[in-house]
């Protein structure tokens, strides 16, 4: 069975710093993509920053050149570096895997239990 298990939430000050991880229970070599994704209250679940099995990745425009994902497959750890951050950036941060089947081509997705990020003063 699948985990993705978060970690690193809290509460920090504008402008601080906080670095999520995401552990999985199975050899993240066996996911195509990963991701961190997040919702405030009221709002939808929206992508952060994902990072391919190859070891690109992408971001959306509000924390480009701000937050920063990796991972460590040895570990079977994804991470997020969040710098300078911003009240705006309040809410809970959820880690995703998404494997594909070869001989079927079905695509699985699997989420985290999420993490709440306070940033306030």
């Known amino acids: 069975q699948v985990q993705l298990v978060e970690s690193g939430g809290g509460l920090v000050q504008p402008g601080g710093s906080l670095r999520l991880s995401c552990a999985a229970s199975?050899?993240?070599?066996?996911?195509?993509?990963m991701g961190w994704y997040r919702q405030a209250p009221g709002k939808q679940r929206d992508v952060v920053a994902t990072?391919?099995?190859?070891?690109?990745?992408d971001y959306a425009d509000s924390v480009k050149g701000r937050f920063s994902i990796s991972r460590d497959n040895a570990k079977n750890t994804m991470y997020l570096q969040m710098n300078s951050l911003r009240p705006e950036d309040t809410a809970v941060y959820y880690c995703?895997?998404?494997?594909?089947?070869?001989?079927?081509?079905?695509?699985?997705?699997?989420w985290g239990q999420g993490t709440q990020v306070t940033v306030s003063s």
């Open positions: 199975v050899s993240i070599n066996g996911f195509n993509a």
């Open positions: 990072i391919t099995n190859g070891g690109r990745t």
């Open positions: 995703h895997g998404e494997t594909q089947s070869v001989l079927s081509g079905t695509r699985y997705d699997y």
